[in-house]
């Protein structure tokens, strides 16, 4: 398994980069976020090599926290590697991992080729496995957010509330989550959290 590729970005496609190595160029599927973020010259990109009846093919990812994500989506039954990439084209991995704690279908649903059952099918298979992990470079762990999620009355109670409001659960557990002090009452949660969602 090839674990990243160091070498020259020569080109960029609608949904792959070209990266040049001794000679080689490896063509890497990416995210459009990454896509996005990088720049012509010299790169390292961790990847993922797909063996399928239609060929071989890699996918490439800006971390090894990100790749991580990627692997654990595609152990869910229906998601395979191209709707992995269209969820992480449509949602940065913090967002995915909120999402999947604060069982967020909705938010899961705008990836690309993501439908309601495949996210329903994602919160379920992935859930316990995420609200332990850390690691996330994010500046929210997949940690933080099991806690604002699963740890005292006062911050789901601010969730609810939130989302009753309008918001998805994802974005009112990362309000909660930026805000949340311990020995907070649910209404000053939901207060901060309002602030924050405000600004």
């Known amino acids: 398994m090839i674990n990243y590729i160091k070498g020259r970005l ?71 590697p191209k709707s992995a990439i269209g969820l992480l084209s449509s949602l940065t991995p913090s967002d995915i991992i909120f999402a999947i704690i604060a069982e967020d279908v909705k938010t899961l649903s705008a990836g690309q080729g993501i439908g309601k059952k495949t996210a329903q099918r994602i919160i379920l298979e992935l859930r316990d496995k995420i609200s332990g992990d850390g690691g996330f470079d994010d500046s929210v762990t997949a940690a933080d957010a099991g806690q604002m999620t699963t740890s005292n009355g006062e911050t789901s109670d601010a969730i609810e509330a939130l989302a009753a409001l309008g918001f998805t659960r994802s974005e009112a557990a990362k309000a909660v989550s930026a805000v949340y002090v311990s020995g907070m009452t649910t209404e000053e949660i939901l207060k901060a959290s309002l602030k924050a969602l405000s600004k």
């Open 10 to 80: 020569t080109y960029k496609g609608a949904d792959f980069i070209v990266v040049e190595n001794n000679g080689i160029g490896f063509k890497i599927f990416v995210s459009q976020n990454i896509l996005a973020g990088l720049s012509y010259g010299e790169v390292q990109i961790y990847t993922y090599m797909n063996v399928s009846e239609n060929g071989i093919s890699l996918y490439g990812f800006s971390s090894n926290e990100e790749l991580n994500l990627f692997f654990k989506l595609i152990t869910v039954s229906g998601v395979g």
